[in-house]
């Protein structure tokens, strides 16, 4: 056996066993649709495991269908170092989006394999079971049950738009397994995934170190004005629910703009009544999401808007109701694991950067319970969630390496 820190990735074989997963499901415009829990989606898991097995991984599956494929180390005693992320897509998702973090645990494994390198503890892949939540809401809910968040029975109960539970499709495509979900221990978790961001290609690194998650909070809100009518209404007087609404729209722009450069706001969804050209708007219902690494910046976003959002209320002659429907705080990924990846990025020469993920991602639900961090590589353009979601192989090639390595070293703590 050669000296562990010369091994290195196949980026061939991992970008071919991308394409393959690719060719499951395939969209109309080069990308993938591979909805969790469909024929598709436990096709693409059939050859990911047929793939571990090849290299004499077993396999164990839980009760909320994570797949975890296991190569031995040589104290079995010890909590696993796991690799990972999601094989499911959007309806027009990318083939790289949780694929790539898949597929380059699966290449680091088969690396270890080539080499005949034992790590001192077990080495894993995990495959977590709907991140999307495009099929069934919220998104994220196999790890989410996985880091306690959510009870199984609620999970297993949530419905597609015709009815389909979880956990039916779960057995029907046959991987409900026998493990309780949270049970599988994880002594690490480590995320390879794309950027989904422009940062990186901006920046002209190669690797993001993900020291941590943003937070968010997610506000649903109710503008009550007065329908009335478009011609013989004077403009002074009027309570229009739209133009309060399109007033909020650009105060949240301008909040942002104020915290910048972490913080993100958007309206993502409105709703205009009665939506008639000749009357007056009476009632508009919109949706704010607003996003921050830092707690107390989010909590003081989270203050000027309400602050705003009364008194622009307030001057317009309406009324209206908000709701904080969702408060995520932002999580800091592990010491141990951001150094982990540090370190090999360094080891190995390439351009890299800290960041912190604009996204959700399983690895911000499973760091509530194992030591957890993440590593990002760019996208082109920073777009994901499209179809023309493309990255460069040389980039997967490299994550795939700060990977491997970083997995060596957390895998061999303690050991000779
Ligand atoms: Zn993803």
């Not at 898991?45 to 290299?55: A, G, N, Q, T, V």
């Not at 994570?66 to 170092?81: Q, W, Y």
């Not at 002209?204 to 013989?232: C, F, M, T």
């Amino acid at each position: 056996m050669g000296d562990k820190q010369d091994v290195r990735v196949n980026g061939q074989r991992l970008w071919d066993s991308i394409m393959a997963i690719g060719e499951i499901g395939p969209g109309q415009h080069g990308g993938s649709c591979r909805l969790a829990l469909t024929d598709e989606d436990r096709e693409g898991r059939d050859l990911f495991i047929s793939w571990c097995r090849e290299i004499g991984c077993s396999i164990e599956i839980d009760d909320m269908g994570n797949i975890f494929a296991r190569r031995a180390g040589r104290n079995s005693e010890l909590a696993p170092i796991v690799a990972g992320s999601h094989l499911d897509t959007q309806p027009h998702g990318g083939k790289f989006d949780g694929i790539y973090g898949v597929l380059a645990g699966l290449e680091a494994l088969r690396t270890l394999h080539d080499h005949d390198v034992t790590t001192e503890a077990p080495v894993e892949v995990v495959v977590w079971t709907n991140e999307e939540g495009s099929r069934f809401a919220p998104a994220m809910i196999a790890s989410g049950v996985y880091a306690g968040l959510f009870e199984k029975d609620y999970a297993w109960a949530r419905s597609d738009s015709d009815g389909k539970t979880i956990g039916e499709e779960l057995k029907r495509i046959g991987y409900m397994g026998e493990v309780a979900c949270g049970e599988h221990p994880i002594g690490a978790l480590l995320e390879a995934h794309i950027e989904q961001g422009p940062i990186l290609e901006a920046q002209q690194n190669q690797i993001g170190v993900v020291i941590g998650g943003q937070g968010q909070r997610w506000y649903d809100l109710r503008i009550k004005g007065q329908d009335s009518h478009a011609g013989s209404t004077p403009m002074p007087g009027r309570r229009d629910a739209l133009v309060t609404a399109a007033e909020i729209i650009s105060m949240v722009q301008s909040l942002a703009m104020d915290f910048a450069p972490q913080a993100v706001a958007t309206v993502g969804e409105m709703s205009v009544h009665p939506n008639s050209r000749n009357t007056i708007p009476g009632e508009v219902f919109l949706t704010i999401d607003i996003r921050n690494p830092d707690e107390p910046a989010l909590a003081r976003m989270a203050s000027e808007l309400r602050t705003c959002i009364i008194d622009c209320v307030d001057k317009n002659g309406v009324e209206c109701d908000l709701d904080e429907i969702w408060d995520k705080p932002p999580v800091q990924f592990h010491a141990d694991c951001i150094a982990a990846i540090e370190d090999a990025t360094r080891t190995l020469g390439y351009s890299h950067q800290q960041i912190v993920s604009g996204a959700g991602h399983d690895a911000c639900q499973v760091c509530l319970v194992a030591p957890t961090s993440m590593i990002f590589v760019p996208c082109a353009g920073g777009l994901s969630h499209n179809e023309q979601e493309s990255a460069e192989p040389a980039d997967l090639e490299a994550g795939c390496n700060v990977l491997l390595h970083a997995m060596l070293t957390l895998a061999n703590r303690g050991g000779k």
